[in-house]
């Protein structure tokens, strides 16, 4: 088994998930390459996508040259999609290395302590390698978690911006544009979600779309309540307007984000449930996949299974993270539901008339898991039978309750658990995919190989599958496939007729 520090999916080789942060997964063999450049798409030249060098928008004022790099989740690199939609619309033009760019900004991700230290080795690089005077930004989890701080450890900084403070961008980019040296955007105690006109979204088929920011769960391992500030939630018909705008340009999937995505709470007077906003999208002519993440245990109701089982569009996958399998320990993190409680949610998505793949997230050595725990979190992994597992070592992070708590497990012993739990992880997955062979998937095509014929996708439930055809011009498009083989992390075929 080979342990990767880098990207992270549940599936083990579809495309990036994480980006630069620390997390553990089983490394697939045989990667496929992701050998198609996405380029740069926009919202104004979907899939005749521009290059970074050549993307701005060509009646604004000119205004020099950004590059925008993201650290963590999905939610961090859609904010960042949004973030570079206001810069383009402010006349700066993306160029995709350092050396090129007159502003540099990193979105950041402090969620484990190895993630936020690699913001600061950046900054470090940055004050060896810059010449001329460049203006910097630091955006996300670590400019809100460490704030002013930023610059006095850095002082070449300019910029520090939490994400609940992204709809000032405009105004605080127009005090850097007027001279002055250092700005803020640090508030937290905001009701406002951050909606721009212009997305330069990343990826010409699949869509994100944040439709809650924010946490109020207060976990108590997690810097994220303290680094996006309270849950807010877009309303139902902004949602729905930009979904149609998405279909209008091409795009065929979507997928809904939020930190706890199924805690949508519809601020207008429609009040649509999440549940109701799932079947909507469902119906948007042209849409043919709509996916969502990250749910809580909490908030996960039958209504979601229905949706799920009433329309082939909604994806057939749930990402539930667990966290432990100990009532005790689920207790201390303060996940406000015990083992029983979440395997009567899983027994409830097993029992489902399709087939619905479920994903997980889980820390080793919480302070206090005792090794009798530790064995309760890989009883549950067996009984449940994850598709895939995001998995974690406990980090102690800044604010949070758990950073203080007694029994603080070593770094080592941690490591140990981790090894076995990922090996446990493999055999699953091994089984499960091995149990696929024979079977057929619809596959939205989204790399090619640059070994000829050799395309990769993934299923509606998430799954990587690599397959071979004759055919050209497969991208974007959804494909039949046969299952031949399989691997731990993708099922490989062909295209069938
Ligand atoms: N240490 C380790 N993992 C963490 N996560 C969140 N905070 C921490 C932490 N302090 C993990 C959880 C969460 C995922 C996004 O990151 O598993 O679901
Ligand atoms: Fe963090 Fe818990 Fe909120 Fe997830 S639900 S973002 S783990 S506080």
Not at 246 to 256: H, I, K, M, P, R
Not at 468 to 497: F, M, R, W
Request: proline letters at 5%.
């Amino acid at each position: 088994m080979v342990l990767s520090q880098s990207l992270l999916a549940p599936m083990g080789c579809s495309p990036a998930i994480w980006r630069g942060i620390s997390a553990y997964v089983l490394k697939s063999r045989g990667r496929m390459q992701k050998a198609f450049d996405i380029g740069l798409d926009s919202l104004f030249a979907h899939k005749d996508a521009a290059t970074p060098e050549s993307c701005f928008i060509a009646d604004a004022p000119q205004r020099g040259t950004f590059y925008l790099e993201t650290f963590g989740c999905q939610m961090n690199e859609h904010d960042s999609e949004k973030v570079a939609g206001v810069l383009l619309s402010r006349g700066y033009r993306q160029v995709d290395s350092v050396e090129a760019a007159s502003f540099i900004l990193y979105n950041t991700c402090s969620i484990r302590e190895k993630a936020a230290q690699k913001v600061f080795s950046r900054l470090g690089e940055l004050r060896e390698t810059s010449s001329e005077p460049k203006k910097i930004g630091v955006l996300g989890c670590v400019a809100q978690q460490e704030g002013e701080k930023i610059f006095h450890r850095s002082p070449w900084v300019n910029l520090v911006c939490g994400s609940a403070s992204y709809s000032k961008l405009p105004e605080l980019l127009e005090q850097l544009e007027a001279g002055e040296k250092r700005v803020t955007g640090l508030d937290t105690d905001t009701d406002e979600t951050f909606e721009t006109e212009l997305t330069r979204r990343d990826n010409p088929w699949r869509a994100y779309l944040t439709i809650i920011e924010g946490c109020d769960k207060a976990c108590s391992y997690c810097v994220v309540p303290f680094t996006r500030g309270p849950e807010r939630s877009r309303s139902s018909d902004s949602i729905l307007r930009e979904l149609r705008q998405l279909a209008d340009l091409g795009y065929t999937e979507v997928q809904f984000l939020g930190q706890t995505v199924n805690s949508y709470a519809d601020p207008s007077s429609r009040k649509m449930k999440f549940s109701e906003l799932l079947r909507a999208a469902a119906e948007m002519p042209g849409m043919r996949r709509v996916r969502f993440t990250t749910s809580h245990p909490r908030d996960f109701g039958r209504d979601i299974v229905e949706a799920i089982e009433s329309n082939d569009r909604i994806c057939n996958h749930v990402h539930l993270p667990v966290q432990s399998g100990s009532t005790r320990v689920l207790r201390t993190m303060q996940r406000t539901y015990s083992r029983d409680e979440y395997l009567e949610k899983i027994a409830m998505i097993h029992e489902s008339k399709k087939h619905i793949a479920i994903t997980s997230d889980i820390i080793v050595g919480f302070p206090g898991e005792t090794e009798r725990e530790f064995d309760e979190t890989l009883g549950l992994m067996e009984a449940v039978k994850y598709e895939g597992i995001f998995a974690f070592k406990y980090s102690p992070r800044p604010n949070t309750p758990a950073q203080s708590m007694a029994d603080a497990i070593p770094e080592e012993e941690k490591s140990r658990r981790l090894a076995i739990l990922l090996e446990l992880q493999r055999k699953i997955q091994t089984e499960a995919n091995e149990k696929l062979v024979g079977d057929f998937f619809e596959v939205h095509v989204e790399g090619k190989s640059r070994r000829e014929n050799q395309w990769s996708g993934h299923t509606s439930c998430y799954r990587v599958v690599n397959f071979s055809s004759p055919q050209s011009d497969l991208l974007g498009s959804y494909v039949p496939v046969k299952v031949n083989s399989a691997t731990p992390n993708c099922l490989i075929g062909e295209h069938a007729p």
